[in-house]
């Protein structure tokens, strides 16, 4: 085996793994606070990209970078307001399909407003390759990991250390109870969202520059991170990110490793993998299992 | 026979009348749509027993579509190692089965699945497949992205037509069957309460495995029927979107109700093809203009529908028109309705 392919195959797997943990990240933090599993998430993450594009065409790098940020934190949160809260009570079902049609609107909005071409997407992350004992790394590589693990350090420590993050926590677990105590469960649950929408936006301006800008990039990185989501437990945020580098270098490592599995299989193999988890451990690595009341 | 019987009866032979009819008064081009109208209804058919009456969320039924349209195209073109060359009519009840097949072992996994993961499991179905359509590996079998070109040429607009409502109407015969019959009402219970459906003795393994099986039966059918028109397929003719605009079509037609999947179908293939006009004739009377050629706007148009009825009438464009008519048929026909015998009070 050679151990400089593998490195690099390692390392590029992980900055894969990171996009697929920040979108699962953004999964499992609506399937905590409102327990929908939101189909339209990776295209609002496209949505926004878009955004982030027209952005920076009028201006640098990380100003657009804050700007998209905060954008997709309104866009976030105000889908939660305008068309999640009034299914609140729905069934499963209809709640599936109201993110659905948030799926078709948004890809069809984005096709709309700038168009079906390929585009460019600029990183930030430039220069050189890095060279560890004389394994090249590309920067923008190295790059995503970094970002992913601060996002969600940040994230983590928000959820720990802050009032409002308790708040969240306090919402998502027991609202009836958070309500008493003064919890405005409501705007949580919204906050909720727009946190969700910001981890999407980093994963979709992550994922730009590794694939060319278009409406549909974001639906395969969906699917890896719905069996990332799947294969830490849908409901806990550790399990996603670990479940994202897993899958992220797993799927590489097969790719580079086993003729059979060509890039065309390769979403069939995540898949496969997703189906595989969800009939032998469906509670995920990390997830508990629910016990269901008769 | 009841009343309510005869009614329904009466207007079904109304509507073979029509359709029957109907390509004299217009032209070869909308028939044409509508032969495709009659194809997006039986697919509708299927998702509907599946979804509105056994309670099962499917995602993924584009991919069921893509393996009866595959097994059209494979066995009737002269594409490699495999060439049947069979006449493409005689391979649409084959389609029909294989994806039946798939559809019925897909029910396996299916069935340890409820709600979110089921719908998960079936959106990943549907991504999965065109790529893996696309795979070299599979190339001799599908094509690869090249795709198969299959032999008939474009067919007219009447030809299509008559072709499709011809499988499409007693498609919708066997639908109703299955609905009103034991199948449906052991659909019914499971998609009300597994629990109860259990207790009474219905197996959740054989009726939901079987619920899938009928489904993708009737999508395999739909998919080889939509083979023909487009005279040749890649892995894209059966895209994501179209697993997500079938699902549209059953939500905005009536879960449950099966005549109004016509309007679902109909939903479907007008929304595509006329909707962006529609849309920029009303938006003229305010003086707005949308660029109604982009791509976009059939989505937009799909997805801000689907929303409109998830919010405000669940029961689907089928559910307002009940409500509307029954006003109506009550003056015909009174369907008694069963009240509980106010209990007498019992003298002490």
Known sequence: ?294 | MSVGFAVRAGAFVLAVGAIALLPRFISDFRALQLGTVAIFFIALLGLNILTGHAGQISLGHGAFMGIGGYTTAVLTSDFGGLSWEMNDLATVPIAGLVAGVVGFLFGFPALRLAGVYLALATFALAVALPSLARSQKLAGITGGSEGIILPRLPPTGDWLYYVCWSFALPMFVLAWLIVRGRLGRAFRAVRESEIAAVSSGISLPLYKTVAFGISAFYAGVAGALLAIPTTAIFPDTYPVALSIILLTGVVVGGLGSLAGMAIGALFIQFIQTDGPQWLQAVLDRVGVDINETAPGVPSVLYGLLLLAVLLTARSGVAGLLARGVSVLTNRIYHRPIKRQATPSRREA
Not at chain 1, 80 to 102: G, K, N
Not at chain 1, 136 to 153: K, Q, Y
Not at chain 1, 264 to 288: C, M, T
């Open chain 1, 1 to 294: 085996m050679d151990g400089q392919l593998f490195a690099q195959q390692v390392v590029s797997g992980l900055a894969n793994g990171a996009v697929y943990a920040s979108l699962a990240l953004a999964l499992v933090l609506i399937y905590r606070t409102t327990h929908v599993v939101n189909f339209a998430q990776g295209e609002m993450a496209m949505f926004t990209t878009f955004v982030a594009w027209s952005l920076n065409n009028r201006m640098s790098y990380w100003p657009a970078f804050v700007l998209t940020l905060a954008f997709a934190f309104v866009f976030g949160a105000a889908i939660e307001r305008v068309v999640i809260r009034p299914v609140e009570q729905a069934s499963h079902l209809t709640v599936i399909m109201v993110t659905i049609a948030l799926f078709v609107t948004v890809n069809g909005f984005v096709l709309w407003v700038w168009t079906p071409d390929l585009r460019d997407f600029p990183t930030p992350f430039t220069g050189e390759p890095v060279v560890v004992a004389g394994v090249f790394f590309a920067r923008h590589e190295i790059g995503i990991i970094a970002l992913t693990v601060a996002t969600v350090v940040v994230l983590w420590a928000f959820f720990r250390f802050t009032k409002l993050g308790l708040a969240m926590r306090a919402a998502a677990i027991r609202p009836e109870a958070a309500r008493l105590l003064g919890v405005r469960v409501g705007w949580m649950l919204a906050l909720g969202w727009g946190f969700a929408a910001v981890l999407g936006a980093i994963a979709g301006m992550m994922t730009a520059p590794l694939r060319l800008l278009d409406p549909n990039m974001m639906q395969p990185v969906l699917i890896y991170a719905f069996a990332a989501a799947v294969l830490g437990g849908i409901a806990s945020p550790a399990g996603a990110v670990i479940g994202g580098f897993t899958i992220g270098v797993g799927i590489n490592l097969l790719a580079t490793y086993v003729d059979f599995v060509t890039p065309e299989l390769e979403l069939p193999v995540a898949f496969a993998v997703l189906i595989g988890i969800l009939l032998f451990r469906p509670a995920g690595i990390f997830g508990r299992v629910a016990a269901r009341r008769v």
